[in-house]
């Protein structure tokens, strides 16, 4: 499978709903730490009162 986001070879692939999207190592990384950043992650972890590294 194919990176959604380029042409390189995907080494993750994801599916939801029966659509499945592949993505290289740099794009997952990216995503990753998009989502790391994301206010709904901060919101999702006030509701489960998560806490960070010490």
Do not use: N
């Not at 997952?28 to 919101?43: G, I, N, P, T, Y």
Request: charged share 35%.
């Amino acid at each position: 499978m194919q990176c959604h986001y380029c042409d390189r070879e995907a080494a993750y692939e994801a599916e939801s709903d029966g659509v499945t999207v592949g993505l290289c190592d740099e794009h997952f990384q990216e995503r990753v730490e998009e989502l790391a950043e994301s206010d709904e992650l901060a919101a999702l972890r006030e509701q489960v009162d998560v806490e960070g590294p010490e």
